[in-house]
């Protein structure tokens, strides 16, 4: 029996849950043995070496998220069969301090990703953006969108009648991104006095000119908050940050059958098709307009939000990412053991 180590920072975390814990079930059923488990963010070395059974133990490791320096990356390597860095942000820089800021950069983090894409055998990157940094280093890269259970969404059931409703989801720290749209929404309510904007988050801003729909975020509620929504909206930066972001709240958007407005940065651009399934907004003016557009016209919410659900059904299925990420562990599990 094959064995899978799945290692992540934060079991919780939604990158965690969308990208790992859904190979489990499906590994499982394959007859591997799977043990998701918590790698510590600090004691450097340290960790590795307390974990040597563990990885001596698996056909295959994965480092979800998870830096190593190049000493560490060297022991983590001496220790793991086989290894697969999977990455779906662009961690090897920081999260712009306030918006419109640069990405914080540091040769240490650039030095720290290029080890560990190094010292593996497999970069699984969520889209080309971290694709292209990781090929300066690794020795294999493939490309596995985050990829979305078409199935656990329902096609939006609001009405024509219903008080035209934007939405966002997202984590508390990717809020600020929504001030970017902000004058244009304030402007909006004021042509459209019942229009809603639902954020569905643990935490909300005070917008006092704008009809805030508060919505705490479940798991077991997302899809029907969505889903009682005319449209999806991700406003993004253009930096470095933001380019290696995978889009996912637009997949849930889409697999809701909503229109999306989203900035053209990064994989943004590959779930946005402009003109088919939503549209790109590049300044305040264009924000407006193509909010606009979708507000007033519910035939052209109903036909983009068709096209939304039928391209992530094709391009980022879950079905398919389970299949290949599957095949790709066990070509190494089979490498890693002896004839």
């Not at 340290?46 to 974990?51: D, I, K």
């Not at 979800?64 to 220790?79: C, D, N, T, Y």
């Not at 398919?320 to 066990?330: I, M, P, Q």
Request: hydrophobic share 40%; charged share 25%.
């Amino acid at each position: 029996m094959p064995t899978a180590v799945l290692l992540g920072y934060d079991l919780e975390q939604p990158s965690f849950r969308h990208r790992m814990r859904t190979l489990v079930e499906p590994l499982e059923a394959a007859g591997w043995q799977v043990r998701p488990e918590r790698f510590p963010s600090g004691r450097y070395g340290l960790r590795t070496w307390e974990r040597r059974s563990l990885l001596r133990a698996a056909d295959v490791v994965v480092l979800h998220q998870i830096k190593l320096s190049s000493p560490e990356a060297r022991l983590f390597a001496a220790f793991g069969r086989r290894r697969i860095f999977d990455v779906d942000d662009a961690i090897y820089v920081r999260k712009p301090r306030r918006l419109g800021e640069p990405a914080d950069d540091s040769p240490w983090r650039r030095r720290k990703f290029a080890a560990t894409c190094r010292w593996v055998d497999l970069v699984a990157a969520g889209n080309e953006v971290l694709a292209g940094v990781a090929r300066a280093s690794a020795r294999a890269v493939a490309i596995l969108p985050t990829s979305i259970d078409t199935g656990a969404y329902v096609p939006s059931r609001a009405t024509d009648r219903d008080a035209p409703t934007i939405v966002w989801i997202g984590s508390p720290e990717n809020l600020v991104y929504l001030e970017m749209i902000r004058p244009a929404l304030a402007r909006l309510t004021g042509r459209h006095p019942a229009l809603k904007m639902r954020i569905i988050c643990s935490r909300f801003p005070d917008w006092p000119e704008i009809n805030v729909e508060k919505i705490a975020w479940s798991s077991a509620t997302e899809a029907e908050s969505l889903a009682a929504a005319h449209i999806g909206v991700m406003p993004l930066t253009d930096d470095e940050w933001s380019r290696g972001k995978c889009a996912f709240k637009l997949l849930q958007y889409m697999a809701a059958a909503l229109p999306c407005v989203a900035s053209p940065i990064g994989a943004n651009t590959e779930a946005v098709i402009d003109g088919v399934n939503g549209f790109h907004a590049r300044s305040d003016e264009e924000w407006e307009r193509n909010l606009q557009l979708l507000i007033e016209s519910p035939d052209l919410r109903r036909r983009f939000g068709a096209s939304g659900r039928a391209h992530v059904e094709s391009r980022y299925s879950m079905s398919v990412y389970r299949t290949r990420y599957l095949d790709l562990l066990a070509e190494l599990a089979a490498e890693a053991r002896p004839d």
